[in-house]
């Protein structure tokens, strides 16, 4: 049956078929085949998987981050972004970046992240000099900020599918969030030192001071999703409905740029994508319930404790596999899927929950950016009219980047748990 499960997978996503179709596919198939359960077992696993109160995060969240695009959030974020760092050497790509880590604050997906961002700032770093190949890279790197600073999509699976604090994930990702975007910036200096780009004019005090009070609200929407969080207000899942209403009261009513004609677009957008993830996590449930009563967690749990008895090694060859499994996998299928795997091995060797957490979410931040298959790569290729083979040689320097940022949260566990720890979530 396992055979079966696994190659039916395979060469469903070699064809092309969306993960949370191949998933559900190859495990009917090998039900239907091996199993002499009744199918209607699937849909049963499938409703329950789907049914869990704290996906209703999910959609609002989308919904928010929508609804801050068109309303003119994101591009008073940029402007603030490029009027505070502009000046220095490879502004332009810091603008990107710290704009994208304001947005990661406000949407909670690595997609929605790069595109609200890359459509603003990649046109003019092409326009600057910087070239297809940086403009992309920096973009789509940054853009996968966004399911590292809270709150986060991810996250939510995550806390879900692993019975992690999902508070304590928010809390526990603005370190390593912040380190991530550091991590990006020096890069930019060294590629734009290199070529010799120039940087932009400084904005006067009276330009900063005037884009930071016209985005004041924007920013203000972080304050009352994390502090709300953090003082007990609401829970992430209340969260997400409160910054969605947020939203759309500052867009629509202060800023003005929010109209009734572009609600129908982003309701429908918000729906597709949320059907999109809430089916992903559907069909991984009934796949991973065929392993589970395979037994292959058990099965992969003593065959990586045999290899080494060390601590760190296991975590860095379950990183490894994070990474491999990041390039043509999606984070929700991944978490799904492996998560319930390797969790039992972790927690066994006294692995914090957060900080077991926080890896891999950078882990699956990275996996958003990493060929063939990372999304916030796609949307910024997309945006930038680049070629992979153009872009690829300094995206693999950017990549370097974060995977040296992942090493040390894997290495130093207070990145990931000071944070939670001041908050009360350890």
């Not at 928010?170 to 070529?195: C, E, H």
């Not at 010799?196 to 009070?213: G, N, Q, T, Y």
């Not at 978490?335 to 795997?341: G, L, M, Q, S, W």
């Amino acid at each position: 049956m396992i055979a079966t499960l696994f190659l039916s997978f395979a060469f469903l996503l070699v064809i092309e078929m969306p993960v949370s179709f191949s998933l559900l596919i190859s495990s009917v198939l090998s039900m239907a085949l091996f199993s002499d359960i009744d199918l209607i077992s699937i849909i049963v696993k499938m409703f329950r998987a789907s049914s869990n109160f704290s996906q209703i995060a999910i959609p609002f969240f989308i919904l928010a981050g929508g609804l801050m695009d068109n309303g003119g959030i994101s591009r008073r974020l940029v402007k603030l972004a490029s009027n505070m760092i502009g000046h220095l050497r490879g502004g332009l790509a810091h603008s990107s970046v710290i704009a994208a880590m304001f947005f990661a604050g406000l949407s909670g997906a690595a997609a929605a992240d790069t595109a609200a961002v890359g459509s603003l700032l990649i046109p003019a770093m092409k326009e600057k000099g910087y070239g297809k190949d940086i403009s992309t890279a920096v973009m789509a790197t940054a853009g996968s900020i966004g399911i590292v600073i809270p709150p986060s999509i991810p996250m939510i699976i995550l806390g879900v599918t692993a019975g992690i604090s999902i508070g304590g994930l928010f809390m526990g990702g603005v370190i390593p969030g912040i380190m991530m975007g550091l991590s990006l910036m020096v890069v930019n200096y060294i590629y734009t030192k290199i070529r010799k780009l120039d940087p932009e004019p400084r904005a006067s005090f009276k330009e900063i001071m005037h884009s930071l009070v016209d985005s004041f609200l924007a920013l203000f929407t972080v304050v009352i999703i994390v502090g709300g969080i953090v003082a007990g207000i609401f829970t992430p899942t209340e969260a997400s409905i409160i910054a969605a209403v947020y939203a759309f009261i500052i867009g629509f009513f202060v800023y003005k740029e929010l109209k009734f004609k572009d609600l129908g677009p982003i309701l429908v957008k918000t729906a597709i994508t949320t059907g999109v993830v809430v089916l992903t996590i559907a069909a991984a449930s009934s796949f991973g319930w065929i392993l589970a009563a395979e037994q292959i967690p058990t099965q992969i749990a003593n065959f990586l404790v045999s290899l080494t008895e060390s601590r760190i090694v296991l975590l860095l060859l379950i990183n490894l596999l994070f990474l491999v499994l990041g390039t043509f996998l999606d984070p929700s299928a991944i978490i799904i899927i492996v998560v319930p795997i390797i969790w039992p091995v972790v927690s066994a060797l006294g692995v914090h929950p957060l900080h077991f957490g926080l890896m891999t979410i950078v882990n699956m931040a990275i996996g958003q950016c990493t060929p063939p298959v990372g999304i916030a790569l796609f949307v910024a290729s997309g945006i930038s009219g680049a070629k992979l083979s153009e872009v690829l040689r300094v995206h693999m320097s950017y990549l370097g980047a974060l995977v040296l940022v992942l090493l040390l949260v894997i290495f130093i566990p207070e990145l990931s748990l000071t944070i939670p720890r001041l908050t009360g979530y350890i």
